[in-house]
Every structure is written in structure tokens, then in C-alpha cells.
């Protein structure tokens, strides 16, 4: 079957079907195959299934965390003899004052663990372009390889962590290595043509879904009995997560097979300094200064989509952060009723992803992410505006069909765009700027949220949706002629 888009290059061609590169590794520009529609490999089907399996596995272990937070941070705060859980708390109470948030054992710590959260997200969004440049030199099973290596040994630091700096060393270890979802999400890239694509970023979606549905409630069931007595070696939920991480590492050696020939990979990486900054210098991601031999059009693309995701996400994840703090005043939450409203998004998530997303025909997925942007303008104002469950609710299913539509059609989105080897640099880059926002947002809504009221945050986050809906809406698609 045909793609459904492409871009021709300068000379009207349809691009280098063979990878051929001149005698300096380079693809000629003329000749490369911009439409990013590649070739659908026999293996496919199964390739997809084990980034699948390894997404899931990873991220049961990478959620386990989420409910032990509160205890963990109790512990520190009573026997950190570092003084460094002592600097952290009085930035967070410095914070909470200047905003007027309550004192409150439930706000602080809400706060404290989303200054460790954007931490994590910073990390991410340092490490993703990198990891994805080098996997476009070196091929992405070396660098899964490396990554799920790497997330390990955080969850290695974490199991010994009786003190405050080591947890800290591991969520900064972890953050570094999580460059394996972009990864993933190339993978997936390489193996599929534009007719199954889609259906291959439903199923990442899917994984993230089931992950954060029953990795905590894996977290909370083993930490039942686990002792953080600084005199016990024993951390149930970190050594379960570590065993996790060294299955992951096993499934990608065994299962998972290259997905970048070597006859497709960039010559070189990073062999400048200027090169370098182009992987982590903010202005150059926006730009995809990195992605070095796209067309001007394709550029042009980039920086529209790289900017629209990256304010879509940081408006979504910064009102996704207040979530905890309105159901908790207004409704009066505890701690089980939140965990039980982040399990209805994400089965809610998981639903549509599995029966809806990986169905969406090749070409509509702009449309689809269209569609769940504009749901999210109602959704935030009946979130804002409701006083009972029932509207609540509804608002939040809105929200949930928003969340599960729109990353994985923007994802796809963007794939159709720019030549085989550098998909690396393309997918690292894109997912940085999402991490990048997901570190922000949260601090710059939750500022708004307790200076103004959850009404008008909410309504303001839907009227500054507009910008990535318009930015969406003008990127232009092009049909085979």
C-alpha cells in the first residue's frame, strides 16, 4: 500500500530507497527519502510486540515508586543526617509561603515530590536528544542495551538508599537512562511502513497505560511490611523493581533485534563541539538544529509540531499536576480516592488506545489529536466548574480521552518527516521538549492555581490551548500524487 504522505525531494524524486551514501557518509539531499514512509519489515509485527513487552515491564518498575513517595519522604525528613533533605524542604516551604499554600502534610508533600518529578523530567529532557543521535550512529539495540542497563543500576542505588543523597543519586541515574521510551518509539519507526505506524505508537500508549494502572498498585502492595529502617538491607518494592529492570535487560538482549541497518546510520556523532550543543542547548532543540540534512519544509515542520507538543504537554501536564490539589479541597480526597481517580484515567486510557487509536486509519491522526485537544477546552471547564462527582467525572473522561489520543497522533505526526538515519535524533529530540514541559508546567500551574483559584487556571489553560490547536491545524500534510 502507498503512504498516505510524502515529501518529495528537491529534484521532484521520491528519495534513496537503498540508503546509498556518498564516499563522506553522507546522504545526498537529493537523493535521500524525506517522506518518511520506509519500508515495512517482514518482522514488524513481532518487533513491535517485544517494544511492547519491554515498555511494560520497564514501566510496572518505573511506577512502582509513585505511592511509596509519602513514606519515603517521612523517613528522610526524620533521619537524613546529611542536611540535604533539610536545604530541599525549606525551598519547598519558601515556595509553599510565597504562594499561600496551606501547611499542610498532604501539600508538602505533593510539592516536594513534584520538585523531585521536574527533576526527573529535566534529566530526560538532557539525555533524550543525545541517546537518540547516538543510536542513529550506532544503532538502537546498543543504546536499549545501555539505557535499561542503566535503569537498573538506579534501581540498585535506590534499594540502598538509607540516605537522602543516595535516593536523590538514583532518580538522577534513572532520569539520565530513560532515554529508552524515545527509543522505543523509534523502533517502532524503523520497522513499520505509514499503514501500521499508528498502531504502533496506540500500543507505546497502551503500555504507558497498564504501567501506570498497575505498577502502583504493585508499589503499595509491597511496601506492606518493607522496613526504611536505616539497620535493615531489606526494600521490598526496590528490589522487586530492580528484578524488573534486570528482565527488561534479558528480554531486549534475547528478543530484540536491530532495527537500523548499518547501512542507514549517520557517519558520525557528536564530533564537534557545536554538534553537542546541538543536543542540549534549548534554542537548537526547538530549532532541530541537529537534524542536519532534513529539507527546509521538513525544518519547518519540526520546529511547528516541536512547539505545539511542547505547549500542549506543558499545559496538560501543569493542570494534570493541580488534579491532586482540587479533588483534595474541594472533595476532601484522601490519598486511596486520588489512586482510585488516576486508575479511571488510566483505564479510561488504555480503552481508547487499545480500541480506538491503533484503529485510526493511516493520514487521520492529525484530525484525532485535533479532536482531543479541542475535548480538553470543555473538559478543563467543567473540571473547574464542578462541585459534585458526577460532572467531575465526566469532565475527567473528556480529559482522559484527550490524553490517550493525542501524544501517540502527534508522535505518528511526526515520523512522517525527515530521512531513516536520523529518526534517532528526530524522536530524541521530540520527546525532550515533552520532558522539558513536564518539568515546567507543573511549577508554573500549580503558581497560578493557588494565586488565582482552580476556575480560573482551568479556564486559563483552555483559552491558551488555542496556540497548539492552530499550530496543529496548519502543518501541512501531503497526499501521494
Known amino acids: 500500500m502507498k503512504s498516505h504522505y510524502n515529501l518529495r525531494s528537491r529534484d521532484g524524486s521520491h528519495g534513496n530507497k537503498s540508503g546509498r551514501k556518498e564516499a563522506n557518509g553522507n546522504t545526498p539531499a537529493d537523493t535521500t527519502d524525506s517522506s518518511g514512509k520506509g519500508e515495512e519489515r517482514s518482522d514488524s509485527g513481532s518487533m513491535q510486540a517485544v517494544v511492547f513487552v519491554t515498555l511494560i515491564v520497564d514501566l510496572l518498575a518505573f511506577t512502582m515508586i509513585l505511592p511509596l513517595l509519602p513514606s519515603l519522604l517521612d523517613y528522610y525528613s526524620q533521619n537524613d543526617k546529611t542536611g540535604l533533605f533539610l536545604r530541599m524542604q525549606s525551598s519547598v516551604d519558601s515556595f ?15 510539592l516536594f515530590g513534584g520538585i523531585i518529578g521536574s527533576l526527573f523530567s529535566f534529566l530526560q529532557f538532557l539525555a533524550s536528544p543525545v541517546i537518540g543521535a547516538a543510536s542513529d550512529k550506532y544503532g538502537r539495540r546498543p543504546l536499549m542495551i545501555i539505557t535499561t542497563v542503566g535503569i537498573a543500576i538506579s534501581y540498585a542505588v535506590w534499594a540502598l538508599s538509607y540516605n537522602f543523597p543516595l535516593f536523590v543519586l538514583a532518580r538522577i541515574i534513572g532520569g539520565i537512562s530513560k532515554g529508552n521510551v524515545s527509543l522505543s518509539t523509534t523502533i517502532v519507526t524503523d520497522v513499520s511502513s505509514t499503514k501500521n505506524r499508528g498502531r504502533g505508537m496506540a500500543l507505546i500508549g497502551m503500555a504507558f497505560s497498564v504501567g501506570f494502572i498497575i505498577g502502583p498498585m504493585i508499589g503499595a502492595y509491597f ?15 526496590a528490589i522487586l523493581a530492580l528484578s524488573l529492570a534486570l528482565l527488561d535487560i534479558l528480554l531486549v538482549v534475547l528478543f530484540l533485534k536491530e532495527s537500523l541497518p548499518a547501512d542507514k546510520r549517520v557517519s558520525s556523532f557528536g564530533n564537534s563541539l557545536q554538534s553537542a550543543q546541538n543536543l542540549i542547548n534549548p534554542f537548537s532543540l526547538f530549532n532541530f538544529t541537529a537534524v542536519q540534512r532534513a529539507t527546509t519544509k521538513d ?14 504537554l506543558f499545559i496538560f501536564s501543569g493542570l494534570e499536576f493541580t488534579l491532586t490539589f482540587l479533588v483534595h479541597h474541594r472533595f476532601q480526597y484522601t490519598s486511596m480516592q486520588q489512586g482510585k481517580m488516576f486508575v479511571f484515567i488510566g483505564l ?22 485535533l479532536v482531543g485537544m479541542f475535548l480538553l477546552l470543555p473538559s478543563f471547564i467543567i473540571i473547574s466548574l464542578s462541585h459534585s462527582q458526577l460532572p467531575y467525572y ?21 515520523t512522517m518527516y525527515g530521512s531513516d538515519d536520523q529518526k534517532g535524533t528526530i524522536m530524541g529530540i521530540f520527546r525532550s521538549l515533552g520532558a522539558l514541559a513536564r518539568a515546567i508546567g507543573p511549577i508554573l500551574f500549580s503558581t497560578v492555581f493557588w494565586l488565582i483559584g482552580a476556575t480560573s487556571s482551568y479556564i486559563i489553560g483552555a483559552a491558551c490551548l488555542l496556540v497548539p490547536i492552530l499550530l496543529l491545524k496548519n502543518i501541512p500534510l501531503q497526499k501521494v500524487v
Open 96 to 110: 509553599r509561603n510565597l504562594l499561600g499554600i496551606p501547611d499542610t502534610e498532604k501539600n508538602n508533600s505533593v
Open 223 to 237: 511496601a506492606r511490611g518493607s522496613s526504611f529502617d536505616a539497620d535493615s538491607l531489606v526494600n521490598r518494592p
Open 299 to 312: 525544518k519547518s515542520i519540526f520546529r511547528q509540531i516541536g512547539l505545539c507538543y511542547f505547549l500542549f
Open 348 to 369: 479510561i486510557m488504555a480503552l481508547v488506545q487499545g480500541g480506538y487509536v491503533r484503529r485510526i486509519k493511516p493520514g487521520k491522526e492529525r484530525s484525532v489529536a
Open 394 to 414: 465526566f469532565g475527567l473522561t473528556l480529559f482522559s480521552f484527550a490524553s490517550a489520543t493525542v501524544v501517540p497522533c502527534m508522535t505518528t505526526v511526526v
